[in-house]
Structure formats: structure tokens, C-alpha cells
């Protein structure tokens, strides 16, 4: 007997499960992380409030010159890198990482090494 497995659902458990567990704030935002086979998004959310502080992904402009394929790790550790010199300019040092439900491996990975590599403390 073969069961099938909605991937879907088991992610969305997962997500939620983290979430029970982690809430940001103005001053450490939770830095939410999506990520869909050819782009990867992240967010810095102050869960309070319920507002975005800073954002990034692979659709901008400056992310495409520095890496030209968007589903690549590279461009997650340019995201990474964004993502971090942003909120350093919005006086945010720390922040809490939310991998989204997704394993912490590969583009997921380079992003959160990237941003610690840059200055931002997770």
C-alpha cells in the first residue's frame, strides 16, 4: 500500500510549527525566507506591528547584474548579502532566521551564511 505525500501540507505544518516558536520584532525581525524553483524572496517582519521592515529577492535589478541565473545559490548569497547591508542601514543588528519550512540546505543555506557573513546576527 503506497501513501502519497503532499508536499505542500508538509511544509505548511512545518512553517507553522516555526512560527508557534519564533516572533519578530522591530528590533530583531524575523527574516522570513520563500523560495520557488527559479527566484528566492526574504523578508524582514516585525510581527508586532505586522509590518515589513526591509525586503529582497532575486527580482530586482541589482541581484540580476550580480548573478544572471536567479535560482542559482549564488544569487541567494547576493540576496543574503541585500538583505543584510539593508537592514544594517535601517539600524537593525540581529534578527531571527525563518527558514520558511524548508530544509536548511543549499540556496536556504547560502542565504542565512551570507547575511551572517555581512554582519547580521541571527
Not at 69 to 75: F, Q
Request: charged content about 30%; proline content about 2%; hydrophobic content about 40%.
Amino acid at each position: 500500500m503506497f501513501m502519497t505525500v503532499d508536499r505542500a501540507a508538509v511544509r505548511r505544518r512545518i512553517r507553522y510549527r516555526i512560527r508557534r516558536k519564533i516572533r519578530g520584532s522591530a528590533a530583531r525581525p524575523r527574516l522570513a525566507v520563500f523560495r520557488s524553483h527559479k527566484h528566492i524572496y526574504v523578508q524582514a517582519i516585525d510581527d508586532e506591528r505586522g509590518r515589513t521592515l526591509v525586503h529582497c529577492s532575486t527580482l530586482e535589478r541589482v541581484v540580476r547584474e550580480r548573478a544572471p541565473r536567479t535560482g542559482s545559490v549564488e544569487a541567494a548569497r547576493v540576496v543574503g548579502e541585500l538583505v543584510a547591508q539593508r537592514l544594517k542601514a535601517a539600524g537593525i543588528e540581529t534578527a531571527v532566521f525563518d527558514r520558511g519550512g524548508y530544509r536548511y540546505h543549499g540556496r536556504v543555506q547560502a542565504l542565512a551564511e551570507a547575511a551572517r557573513a555581512a554582519g547580521l546576527k541571527f
